[in-house]
């Protein structure tokens, strides 16, 4: 069955930092897209960051970095040089090559950036 | 850029009451989703539409009806609201593409009392 598991509830670290975000995923498929968003304070919810499955290379998005260790079906958020702003709840999902319409989502992690 | 509006932002409504929570997108995206977020639940996929006329069952349907009158618009219904409905309610559009984002709107947050 499908899944995807955020582990981490919640994470604090100072500002300017690099963090960590982790998450796990299930599927049976080959083909299959990780997606990370973003929801901010306001409730928003915006697209960060995807890997594809068939890509060997991390994805990067400005100080956004993936770290795909799909042995382990693992897909890592690593945000460096953190800001206030960054604060927010993270969500990984997953869409799988034969599935059209559904993104399983994973419970999401809290980040608190101090200053 | 892609944009999706949804109406109203707040909403309060009492149990047995009749809701309706509407949803535009301005991105031509074939496929339209209604979600429900709530604390340690994350995002429930509640109704999903490929076109408008079509509808499909999510995850979490149970008193939910939902209705796409357009590619636009695409409208969720509560008829008999129960507290337990009460969440943030998201609309989201996609162009149906297993490897393309989705767009979300603003979100509803809906009481029911």
């Known amino acids: 069955a499908q899944k995807v598991t955020q582990t981490q509830t919640s994470i604090s670290v100072v500002e300017k930092t690099t963090v960590t975000m982790d998450c796990v995923y299930e599927t049976r498929d080959s083909s299959y897209f990780l997606f990370w968003y973003k929801q901010t304070a306001s409730g928003e919810i915006v697209f960060l960051i995807r890997?594809?499955?068939?890509k060997k290379e991390n994805a990067t998005v400005g100080h956004y970095s993936l770290n795909f260790q799909k042995p382990k079906s693992s897909i890592g958020l690593i945000i460096t040089a953190t800001q206030i702003e960054d604060s927010a709840v993270y969500f990984c999902?997953?869409?799988?090559?034969?599935?059209?319409?559904?993104?399983?989502w994973g419970s999401g992690t809290k980040l608190i950036i101090k200053p | 850029e892609a944009a999706v509006t949804q109406s109203p932002r707040n909403k309060v409504t009492v149990t047995g009451g009749n809701v309706t929570l509407s949803c535009r997108q301005t991105?031509?995206?074939?496929?339209m989703y209604w979600y429900r977020q709530d604390t340690g639940h994350g995002l429930r996929l509640i109704h999903y539409?490929?076109?408008?006329?079509?509808?499909q069952i999510g995850d979490v349907p149970d008193g939910y009806k939902a209705t796409r009158t357009t590619q636009e618009d695409f409208f969720l219904l509560l008829e008999l609201a129960s507290p337990s409905q009460t969440s943030l309610y998201f609309c989201a559009s996609s162009d149906g593409t297993a490897n393309t984002e989705v767009f979300f709107g603003k979100g509803t947050r809906l009481t029911v009392v």
């Open positions: 539409s490929y076109g408008a006329g079509n509808l």
């Open positions: 999902a997953m869409r799988e090559g034969d599935s059209n319409y559904q993104l399983i």
């Open positions: 890997q594809d499955s068939y």
């Open positions: 991105n031509s995206h074939n496929y």
